[in-house]
């Protein structure tokens, strides 16, 4: 028989929902009693849920303030875009010959969708149309650990950035037409190093267009 979750895992999980949708954003201010209050339940099992977000690195506590959702590390998120330009390059390189013209239609059909946006543009829905391309790109990976990988990263810069295209808007228009130059070169059959090279740099440029709004004295500091 499953045993129900616990009072302690039922707020960690509705805590840790609300800072992954941003509803908790960084820095946000986690008052015990009100989230206590709010679920039903004593402030015990919220405080054991808070701390177990603590050791994850999701919240932290601040002298005479109490717990806050935690700030985000750029130097994390230059880290995790610095290895997903390498680990999906690779991926969409080794994908290549296995896309079949029904992948490569459905591709195009998510992009085009993430282009109906632009004039009203939503950053948050256009990030999840552009993980779906990309998913589509290196779905047929025949390395099953380099796709897993790719994947975590993916899911780490969920936790890390809502949606990169928040901070630099103006990276969408470019983005979905280098998406259409990642396709042209997949249908022509260019060779594994040029298609690896174009999806590469494809993530570098996002990560150039955060840097140089957001710490224009960190860019040229990363690898493309």
């Known amino acids: 028989m499953i045993r129900p979750p616990s009072k302690s895992q039922q707020a960690y999980h509705w805590l840790k929902e609300r800072i992954a949708v941003q509803t908790y954003t960084p820095g946000y201010r986690l008052v015990l009693g009100s989230i206590a209050g709010e679920l039903g339940m004593s402030v015990v099992p919220v405080r054991e849920a808070i701390r177990q977000l603590e050791a994850e690195g999701l919240v932290h506590f601040e002298h005479n303030v109490g717990a806050r959702v935690a700030m985000v590390d750029d130097t994390q998120y230059r880290h995790s875009m610095e290895a997903l330009s390498i680990l999906e390059g690779s991926a969409t390189a080794l994908s290549a ?47 099953p650990r380099l796709r897993e990988l790719v994947t975590l990263e993916m899911q780490r810069l969920n936790r890390l950035r809502d949606s990169t295209f928040s901070f630099v808007p103006g990276r969408a228009h470019e983005s979905v037409r280098e998406h259409e130059q990642i396709l042209a070169l997949i249908e022509s059959g260019a060779t594994a190093s040029e298609i690896e090279d174009a999806a590469r740099r494809h993530h570098a440029s996002t990560l150039d267009a955060y840097l140089t709004a957001e710490h224009p004295d960190a860019l040229g500091t990363h690898v493309h």
């Open 97 to 143: 010959p296995h896309l079949t013209a029904d992948d490569l239609a459905a591709a195009r059909a998510v992009n085009e969708r993430m282009i109906e946006t632009l004039d009203h543009f939503d950053p948050s829905a256009f990030t999840q149309l552009n993980q779906q391309f990309h998913a589509a790109l290196i779905a047929p990976c025949p390395n």
